[in-house]
């Protein structure tokens, strides 16, 4: 065989390959990590609400408006739960050691912008992750031992957990530190719902499991509070 056969056969084998790969959806120039990330609006960090109102108006909201979210309210209650606030690292909430062993999920269903679906929330770069597509608002209503204000709202934060990270440094007395983060995050949810003129509350109480296996819960990850979040 000379070389110009021994040439035309590689390319054409080549050429069967690619054929192949393409039939199967998969494409050669395919990110799949950046095709399931979502930028979000960078976060509003001066306003004309003052603290001290915010403070005055707080309450726990279970009744919401039949209305979308926007990606910049979604981004700006993030942020205010684990935002960064400086080079080095710092949060907007205080955490032990600056060990930080939170992990933000929304559980998304009216959001303009946002499929509805499951994403994790990424500080370091104000981003969210998709980790399970649909809704799951009725799933995890079942799991919150049927509180029906989660399933009415237009989404849900999830916070959870790796108590790991702050154990290997406090021992046992770690876990008090983790449980004392969350309420930091969660008062700071709340009160720039408040700002935003959202309405949310707090849910300690539902199926531990149930919720790990809706959200794809790392084992290491548990889940500490639901909060929906609804226009008012």
Do not use: C
């Not at 109102?53 to 209650?77: F, G, H, M, N, V």
């Not at 500080?123 to 799951?136: C, Q, S, V």
């Not at 995890?140 to 029906?148: G, K, V, W």
């Amino acid at each position: 065989m000379n070389n110009i056969s021994v040439l035309s056969l590689i390319f054409f084998v080549g050429f069967l390959v690619m054929m192949h790969a393409t039939s199967n959806g998969q494409k050669s120039n395919r990110n799949p990590e950046s095709a399931e990330t979502i930028s979000m609006p960078s976060p509003v960090k001066k306003s004309g609400f003052s603290i001290e109102e915010a403070l005055l108006k707080r309450r726990s909201i279970r009744q919401y408006k039949d209305e979308p979210l926007t990606l910049a309210e979604i981004s700006q209650l993030l942020w205010a739960a684990q935002g960064i606030t400086n080079n080095r690292g710092f949060r907007t909430a205080p955490s032990a050691g600056a060990l930080y062993p939170l992990e933000l999920y929304v559980v998304a269903d009216k959001i303009e912008g946002l499929p509805a679906g499951v994403y994790k929330y990424i500080p370091a770069k104000h981003e969210l992750k998709k980790i399970e597509h649909g809704n799951k608002l009725a799933e995890l209503t079942d799991a919150a031992l049927m509180q029906t204000w989660v399933e009415n709202s237009s989404a849900v934060i999830v916070i959870a957990a790796v108590y790991e990270r702050t154990t290997i440094k406090y021992g046992k007395r770690g876990i008090r530190y983790v449980h004392m983060e969350v309420g930091s995050a969660a008062q700071n949810i709340y009160l720039q719902a408040v700002s935003l003129n959202l309405g949310t509350t707090f849910i300690g109480a539902f199926n531990d499991e149930q919720v790990k296996n809706i959200l794809s819960l790392a084992d290491d990850e548990h889940p500490l509070s639901i909060m929906p979040i609804g226009k008012i």
